[in-house]
């Protein structure tokens, strides 16, 4: 019994002997050490990709948001560009509207003096109409279409023989034309045209009735306006604008 006591401890402690050495062999297998070498590398690796995808995208990100600030500074000159030239043109027409108005009134006062009484009370009533008519054009000047409308109506029916008629009609599409009633601009437009063919008016009428279809989509009657602008009266500055958006049509497909 007491053989048997001795042997059963030194066996249990041999085991443990071996069972280390056998832990420390696969600790020191070259093997093993190659392949924690690996997975370490792969997971260095795997790491390092995921940090350069979100790199990648934050850069593509960042171009994205460079592309649409680019974008909307070009959006913001263009609608810039856009209302200059409605300005300028605006601004044009009335200044051109103020002499020829000037030089009407002048002619008419230049009539009278050398004329009857018949004559002096029709400049005096082209004094008034005169006047009259500059409130209404004011009105435009200022903005305040829909006054300018109604100044406009009663002056005609006022002053029907007036020479500074076919003016009211134009500038009171032109009226409808800023505040985009297009279809009303056109009803104003043509009674310019048809109405008083002999009218200084009538080239400026042409181009903004194709203006007028164009912001309608009428793309067809649009550049047959534009074109009767061109044909008709080649040199005025109405004929150059018409070029200008022939142009632009044809750019744009239509």
Sequence with gaps: ??????????????????????????DNDPYAIR??????????????FKNQSLVDMSQRIDNMQDQIRKLRGDVEVLEHNVDLSKKQQ???????DRRLQKLELNAGNAAASGGSAADAQSSGNAEDAATAYQQNFNLV???RYDDAINGFTQFIQQY???KLVPNAEF?????????????????NYKA?????????KVPDAWLKMGYAQYEMKNWKAARKSLQTVVSKFPDSRAARYA?????RMKKEGR
């Design 171 to 187: 500038w009171m599409g032109e009226s409808h034309y800023n505040q985009s009633d297009f279809q009303g601009a056109l009803i």
């Design 90 to 96: 605006r601004d044009l027409y009335l200044d051109l």
């Design 35 to 48: 392949q924690r070498q690996l997975e370490a590398r792969v997971a260095r690796l795997d790491q390092l």
């Design 160 to 162: 029907p023989q007036s």
């Design 141 to 143: 000047k200022q903005g």
């Design 243 to 247: 070029k200008q958006r022939l142009e």
């Design 1 to 26: 019994m007491k053989k048997m006591h001795v042997i059963v401890p030194l066996a249990a402690g041999l085991i443990t002997l071996l069972a280390g050495c056998a832990m420390q062999v696969k």
């Design 192 to 200: 310019v045209i048809e109405n008083y063919p002999d009218s200084s």
